[in-house]
């Protein structure tokens, strides 16, 4: 099974809503977050799990009027773009961002990024960026894992319960996690409106 089905196949299945699983038919826009492992184990990729994310979840899942968070966590979380998609020119930069922003760093701070994007995730849904409220927009978020010592501290530590709903795809040097933030929230949510019958 190539990568691309199996990647259309994990976020389906565990993820997207029936009304995004057919990316060439989708018209409901997503957020999503790409936290990329910015520690020196990723230059030992060969670039291979960052010409994954370019191909198989910018160019492919990703759509014009899809919102990107993408991050490279390396001794701090920095923040690479933070926008909507709005035409394949927007793709190419983000791309080149990615593929130029390597700090080969000693450590990779995945639990700030999370921290962050679980904030941005939770801002956008309830309204709070200033903006009309968008709590129907659905967030997902990719984890990109060159080092298992880098990725021990967020599976241990502070980050652990970021990492509860999670689905790993394992790849040769590096990882996809794939992870659903704040799904407590979303299930206590969907709770009380069904209980007040709204």
């Known amino acids: 099974m190539n990568k691309k089905l199996l990647l259309g196949l994990v976020i389906g299945a565990f993820l997207l809503p029936r009304t995004v699983r057919a990316a060439d038919i989708r018209t409901v826009p997503i957020d999503v977050n790409v936290i990329m492992d910015g520690s020196a184990a990723m230059r030992e990729t060969d ?8 191909d198989y979840v910018i160019d492919s899942l990703l759509q014009n009027g899809d919102f990107l968070n993408l991050w490279v966590a390396g001794e701090k979380a920095v923040t690479l773009f933070s926008d909507a998609l709005k035409d394949s ?3 190419d930069q983000v791309k080149k961002l990615l593929r130029s922003s390597f700090p080969g760093s000693p450590s990779a701070d995945f639990t700030g990024a999370l921290q962050e994007a679980s904030r941005i995730s939770a801002s956008r849904a309830g309204g709070m960026d200033g903006g009309s409220k968008t709590g129907s927009v659905m967030t997902y978020t990719l984890l990109i894992a060159a080092s298992s010592a880098g990725l021990s501290p967020a599976l241990l530590g502070p980050g652990a319960s970021y990492m509860k709903y999670s689905r790993v795809m394992e790849f040769s040097g590096w990882r996809a996690l794939i992870i659903a933030l704040d799904v407590n929230s979303r299930v206590q949510n969907a709770a009380k409106a069904y209980m007040s019958g709204s």
């Open 47 to 54: 670039d291979a799990a960052i010409n994954w994310v370019c």
């Open 89 to 91: 020119a927007t793709k």
